[in-house]
């Protein structure tokens, strides 16, 4: 059975390793690769980078991760959004694992 996955979306780099910092340390859960998106409207935002933080583990783990990397990034610069899907679909997990990070 596939492990659930938490997505956090942030605004900047740094709130995004601060925030997946507090994941970790809240729960039993590991990290994947983050992504990144620089939308059209950048420059109106508090940081023109959203950056979005993939953890996994089981639903209660992959919950108080999500809740402890929320209220951090919001001490930082905010929360884009949040979602936690507990049964990912194969065609979903092909998709989780793009990160726009691997691009130069």
Not at 26 to 49: C, G, I, R, S, Y
Not at 79 to 99: F, G, Y
Request: aromatic letters at 2%.
């Amino acid at each position: 059975m596939a492990q659930a996955v938490g997505i956090l979306e942030v605004y900047g780099l740094t709130t995004a390793f601060v925030a997946a910092d507090a994941a970790c340390k809240a729960a039993d859960v590991t990290l994947e690769n983050f992504d990144k998106n620089k939308p059209a409207n950048a420059d109106k935002l508090p940081v023109p980078l959203l950056v979005t933080i993939k953890m996994r583990g089981n639903v209660a783990a992959v919950e108080a991760a999500l809740k402890a990397a929320r209220e951090t990034a919001e001490s930082l610069t905010g929360v884009v959004a949040e979602h936690i899907i507990a049964n990912p679909e194969s065609d979903t997990e092909k998709m989780l694992r793009l990160s726009g990070l691997d691009k130069k």
